[in-house]
């Protein structure tokens, strides 16, 4: 059976009847964002109205084999439009999310189906593409895990998704998703932190257990430091992309907003005390998710771990002969900006403040007209980042990962996410191999609303 908009409208008594209408159709999994309530602060608190995938925070993870198709109706069950992006995965460029540029935003009562593979093994999320500032602080994210067809030797997995929510005493996200101050300064930075929708995320683990965590950072704007404690761990993978070598992880990780890693770490506090992944806060580590630490497991010495098996990006091609493009970021408080152009008119600083609108990108807010690359494919493209504010932002390239032409020529490991602090030039690397438009912007999200993206084209 298929309902149309009119049916539904017509039906609604008897629909909210069934448990879900648009589960009628046989073998559609069906990814339904809605109004939903749901106890994010302790129990002696009002619960919080959120807007979730389903019944809980994080959404419903989706866990499927390296090479294998995804596909969700999506049956928009909020009361504005909405879509998702599948972020960090090598996509069809139809089904990357994006209103605007790859898809109209799918009305309430509406379904959209997207169906595509996931080409490389990693860690990846999915989350609200339509304003986005008020849809992923709502709840509109979950974890998108592709296994490796040759997994690494763990005892236990665990997803830990990071949130961060600006909540009242009631248990109300508080404040305003279009605030002139979030927007102009670091976005919108919560007061309850969470792991997998908890304050309090206590999981299990025996001393000398290798686990591995992959954590991803689901915040609107925080970015986390993070660390262990009675666990001793490498880095694997960041933003899914596995390192050739892993990495010891003997200080902090940082995470910046929509960046994953990838841990292997081994339990080293004895049972009957805990083990702890901090999170750095100021002079304090916090706990963000706690391992209550009971029993042993049967191997007490291991070795470092191995790499993860690599996926197949397309590999860079010569530095030298790569197309140069340079992306100044201007803009913010206190970031100098006299005037940009917004909407093909040259605005003021201060007329763009009435119009909300606070960065630009090589002089222009918000998407051009023409794309900031555009490159056939195969063609292998250097971007300078200029960050010419006092903020960090954290960039975003759809549809393909990047690498870090770091000082000295060498490159950094493959990412689909890099955190450029205040007054700082960083510049990337990419093969253009997936045809389409693909957004490249800010994922401290009041800062995409407020003027930071563009777009880049990739010819077939
Ligand atoms: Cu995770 Cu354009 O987004
Ligand atoms: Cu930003």
Same mark, same amino acid.
């Given at each position: 059976m298929h309902l149309t908009r009119r049916?539904?409208?017509?039906?609604? *008594?008897?629909?909210?009847?069934?448990?879900?209408?648009?589960?009628?159709?046989?073998?559609?999994?069906?990814?339904?964002?809605?109004q939903t309530k749901f106890q994010l602060l302790p129990e002696a608190y009002p619960a919080s109205d959120l807007w979730l995938f389903g019944d809980s925070t994080p959404g419903p993870e989706i866990r499927v084999a390296q090479g294998a198709r995804v596909e969700r109706r999506l049956v928009n069950s909020l009361p504005q439009a909405t879509s998702v992006h599948w972020h960090g995965i090598r996509i069809d460029n139809a089904m990357?999310?994006?209103?605007?540029?790859?898809?109209?935003?799918?009305?309430? /009562?509406?379904?959209?189906? $997207?169906?595509?593979?996931?080409?490389?093994?990693?860690? $990846?999320? $999915?989350?609200?593409?339509?304003?986005?500032t008020e849809q992923v602080a709502r709840g509109l994210y979950g974890a998108l895990i592709v296994e490796e067809n040759? *997994?690494?030797?763990?005892?236990? &997995?665990? +997803?830990? +998704?990071?949130?961060?929510?600006?909540?009242?005493?009631? %248990?109300? !996200?508080? %404040?305003?998703?279009?605030?002139?101050?979030?927007?102009?300064?670091?976005?919108?930075?919560?007061? $309850?932190?969470?792991?997998?929708?908890?304050?309090?995320?206590?999981? &299990?683990?025996?001393?000398?257990?290798?686990?591995? !965590?992959?954590?991803?950072?689901?915040?609107t704007a925080r970015v986390f430091e993070l660390g262990l404690f009675g666990l001793e761990g490498w880095v694997v993978a960041l933003d899914g992309m596995p390192l050739e070598r892993p990495e010891p992880?003997?200080?902090?990780?940082?995470?910046?907003?929509?960046?994953?890693?990838?841990?292997? +770490?081994?339990?080293?506090?004895?049972? /009957?005390?805990?083990?702890y992944l901090v999170r750095i806060d100021g002079e304090q580590a916090v706990a963000q998710a706690t391992f209550k630490v009971a029993g042993e497991a049967s191997v007490?010495?291991?070795?470092?771990?191995? *790499? !993860?098996?690599?996926?197949? &990006?397309?590999?860079? /091609?010569?530095?030298?002969?790569?197309?140069?493009?340079?992306?100044?970021?201007? %803009?913010?408080?206190?970031?100098?900006?006299?005037?940009?152009i917004f909407n093909g008119e040259r605005r003021t600083f201060r007329q763009l403040v009435q119009d909300n609108q606070f960065w630009a990108f090589n002089g222009e807010v918000g998407l051009t007209d023409e794309p900031l690359v555009n490159a056939r494919i195969g063609e292998t493209v250097r971007l300078e980042i200029t960050n010419d504010t006092v903020f960090p932002h954290a960039m975003h390239l759809h549809g393909q990962h990047f690498r870090e032409v770091e000082a000295g020529g060498d490159l950094?490991?493959?990412?689909?996410?890099?955190?450029?602090? /205040?007054?700082?030039?960083?510049?990337?690397?990419? +093969?253009?191999?997936?045809?389409?438009?693909?957004?490249?912007?800010?994922h401290m999200l009041s800062h995409q609303d407020a003027g930071m993206k563009t777009w880049m084209r990739v010819r077939a």
């Open positions: 049916d539904l409208i017509k039906g609604a *008594a008897a629909v909210t009847a069934f448990p879900s209408f648009a589960r009628a159709a046989t073998g559609t999994i069906v990814l339904e964002p809605r990357d999310g994006v209103p605007g540029l790859t898809q109209e935003a799918v009305a309430p /009562g509406e379904t959209f189906d $997207y169906s595509f593979v996931a080409p490389d093994a990693g860690t $990846y999320w $999915y989350h609200s593409h339509n304003q986005s040759d *997994a690494p030797e763990v005892d236990s &997995e665990h +997803v830990l +998704v990071l949130g961060d929510w600006l909540l009242e005493q009631n %248990g109300q !996200l508080s %404040g305003d998703f279009a605030s002139r101050h979030e927007r102009s300064h670091s976005g919108r930075t919560g007061n $309850y932190l969470t792991t997998n929708g908890t304050a309090g995320e206590i999981l &299990e683990a025996r001393r000398h257990e290798r686990m591995r !965590l992959r954590l991803i950072n689901g915040a992880l003997t200080s902090q990780v940082v995470l910046a907003p929509a960046q994953r890693v990838d841990l292997i +770490v081994d339990v080293t506090a004895q049972g /009957g005390d805990e083990a007490t010495r291991r070795a470092a771990p191995a *790499a !993860l098996p690599p996926n197949h &990006e397309p590999a860079l /091609g010569s530095l030298a002969e790569a197309t140069r493009v340079r992306l100044l970021m201007e %803009g913010g408080a206190m970031g100098g900006l006299q005037a940009a950094g490991p493959m990412r689909d996410t890099i955190l450029v602090s /205040g007054r700082e030039t960083r510049e990337i690397a990419f +093969v253009a191999s997936n045809p389409g438009d693909w957004l490249f912007h800010c």
